[in-house]
């Protein structure tokens, strides 16, 4: 019989996820688009405007 130890470390699938991302080249700022409720959100760190980007994110539950 193999014996092995398994990670109790959850793996959590990355998914495909629309985000804003602030326009800013300084800034690092972007949110989940289902966390915003603003159609054109500002960045919440220097308030610039946002845009729309897809980045692979792990899946939230
Ligand atoms: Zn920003």
Known sequence: MMSFSRRPKEEVPEVETNVWSCTSD?????????????AEPKCPLCQSAMAQEVRVLPEMK
């Open 26 to 38: 300084d800034c690092q700022g972007w949110m989940r688009e289902s966390y915003s409720f603003a």
